[in-house]
């Protein structure tokens, strides 16, 4: 089994005649956490979106798990094993918490009796409670509905999803982007965990103080290409900001295998 989840070959995306993505060579271990970094438009969301099938890749290669793959939409991706947590969150609010996490997914019983089938409440349940446990989410009352949530709670109920379903990749979208500060260490804390448990993660972030706290590597995008690709132990946050903003180019600091 190779070492890597993820790679991407010469990944790029035009927009008629807009580079948005051009040539991203990236690669991702088994166990690594590894952060995307860059300023507005320069090319991150559109990596993942190719990643996550959201739209089409123009060309290039996307080798998941080890295998070649063209998913033909998000739903193929999740199903494949990545899960994604955007700043949206893509919660229902009327909805509780297991509901949220089995949208689209929901288990069923009593299937022998052809197109009548019965969602089965109870496995959904204790699923979801196993997903809280694992990323140590703290909810107190699960069948409360999404709307009577804090931005924190939200947030950590979008990515126990990833973890009910054990997921092969996690990408996180600046998860903490609109959380104060206590919210903020509450997802902290979870991606902690998924780093504790070996579990693979994406973070799209513009914090560096949570960068270089929670993250192995460090992919800095400018204007559609991947410009450097850092050890965060080998790099300060004032060379990141160098290669963000165009101040330093090439290879002198560090650049990881």
Not at 3 to 16: A, Q, S, V
Not at 65 to 72: A, L, Y
Not at 145 to 170: D, E, H, P, W, Y
Not at 171 to 182: F, R, W
């Amino acid at each position: 089994m190779s070492d890597l989840i993820l790679e991407t070959r010469d990944l790029t995306k035009y927009y008629g005649g807009v580079h948005a993505l051009e040539g991203a060579n990236f690669t991702l271990r088994r166990d690594e956490h590894v952060a995307i970094m860059g300023d507005n438009g320069a090319g991150k969301s559109t990596f993942v979106r190719q990643i996550t099938a959201v739209e089409q890749r123009t060309r290039g290669e996307i080798i998941f798990d080890g295998e070649p793959v063209n998913f033909n939409g998000p739903l193929e991706a999740r199903e494949a094993g990545i899960e994604t947590v955007f700043q949206t969150l893509a919660l229902a609010d009327d909805l509780d918490v297991p509901d949220n996490i089995f949208l689209g997914r929901e288990t069923t019983k009593w299937d022998f009796l052809g197109p009548f089938r019965f969602l089965a409440y109870g496995a959904m349940r204790q699923a979801t409670l196993e997903g809280l446990e694992r990323t140590a989410v703290k909810i107190p009352n699960i069948r409360n509905k999404i709307r009577n949530m804090s931005g924190g709670q939200r947030q950590c109920v979008a990515i126990t999803r990833t973890s009910t379903f054990r997921s092969k990749l996690t990408i996180m979208d600046e998860p903490t982007a609109a959380l104060g500060v206590q919210e903020t260490a509450q997802v902290e804390n979870i991606i902690r965990n998924l780093k504790e448990q070996g579990d693979p993660l994406i973070l799209i972030s513009h914090n560096m103080r949570q960068v270089f706290e929670l993250v192995d590597r460090i992919v800095v995008f400018r204007r559609g290409r991947i410009v450097a690709n850092l050890n965060r132990d080998a790099v300060s946050p004032e060379d990141v900001v160098a290669y963000i903003t165009g101040a330093r180019t090439g290879d002198e600091f560090a650049v990881a295998a």
